[in-house]
């Protein structure tokens, strides 16, 4: 799995980062033009907030400012949403054409993508709701037993229900664990299978069962080592943004101007956001590509996949490359 996730990452580079450097950045660049005129709202009332006068700011100055955050965070996360969404999509759609070894264009990519971004956002959104669904209840049957042992006074009964929270806790984490790596298959069904969310779910589990371990081994390895390989990635951009840090204050002005300071804080958000986008380009790209990998291993082990993938590629030859050879070529 792993061999074969760098290998199709090396052969499709191209169409994999390049969509994905194309979303995340457009994303950024929309997150980017909320926060500037985020920041213009709260320019036109700077005066206002830093006055000194009894009763500064009231509450009529607040409301543009909460109403422009808010559409600031808002805003954020649908665009973040629906990128990621759709490097999600993309990744299986060209995990498609390399387990056949064909070429696909960007713009295939795109349109393939882009058709099953919603379901994979229904799929995402099904999987973290049975998965809080536990978790939530637990947490709220053990608020409502702390509620009634502070409420009766019986103070000595709390500290056994904390015990018993915290061993909840261990019995309630591995469900929510089981539970997601039961669905872990079901983006990339959405895209295999062109499946509602609904039936990518029941699909997924019908593909892990008597695979859960292997399934969990893939995927705990996958975002593992994403993890790793984006943290080494971001650490060189952290350690440029600490070399002002470095300085001793006497070589540095005592009132820098406003130009110095937005120059440097400027930079440094610089330096963060790159290293996050290149660190992120690797950790939304390779765990999926990973499991979507699993997704093919086992249809190949249960279903017999792999003379379908051979009979499809070789209908394709012609399409792709011209008529076959001579007998005797």
Avoid: C
């Amino acid at each position: 799995m792993l061999s074969g996730a760098f290998t199709t990452l090396g052969r499709y580079w191209k169409p994999l980062i390049g969509m994905a450097l194309t979303l995340f950045g457009a994303a950024t660049l929309v997150m980017i033009a909320a926060l500037v005129v985020a920041g213009a709202t709260v320019a036109t009332h700077w005066d206002e907030l830093t006055s000194s006068s009894p009763g500064s700011p009231d509450s009529s100055e607040l409301v543009p400012l909460g109403i422009a955050f808010g559409v600031l965070v808002l805003v954020s996360m649908i665009v973040y949403l629906l990128a990621s969404a759709v490097v999600q999509a993309a990744v299986p759609v060209v995990l498609q054409e390399a387990v056949l070894g064909r070429p696909i264009r960007f713009g295939a990519v795109w349109r393939r993508a882009w058709s099953r971004a919603w379901s994979i956002i229904g799929t995402v959104f099904l999987t973290g709701l049975i998965m809080i669904v536990p978790v939530a209840l637990f947490l709220a049957a053990f608020a409502g037993l702390m509620v009634y042992a502070v409420t009766l006074g019986d103070v000595d009964g709390v500290v056994p229900l904390i015990v018993a929270g915290s061993l909840g806790t261990l019995v309630v984490a591995p469900v929510a664990i089981w539970l997601w790596v039961r669905f872990s298959l079901a983006p990339t069904v959405v895209v295999f299978e062109n499946q509602r969310p609904v039936a990518a779910l029941r699909r997924s589990a019908q593909l892990v069962r008597g695979s859960w371990w292997r399934a969990f081994g893939v995927g705990l390895l996958a975002y593992g080592l994403a993890s790793v390989i984006g943290y080494m990635i971001q650490m060189p951009f952290q350690m440029a943004g600490m070399l002002p840090g470095m300085f001793d204050p006497a070589d540095v002005d005592a009132d820098p101007s406003g130009g110095e300071l937005i120059a440097v804080f400027g930079g440094l958000i610089l330096l963060s956001v790159i290293s996050q986008m290149i660190a992120q380009l690797f950790t939304a790209i390779f765990p999926p590509l990973m499991v979507g990998l699993l997704y093919v291993d086992l249809r190949m082990r249960t279903e017999s996949l792999g003379p379908v993938l051979a009979e499809a590629a070789a209908a394709t030859l012609p399409e792709q490359y011209g008529p076959p050879p001579p007998a005797h070529v």
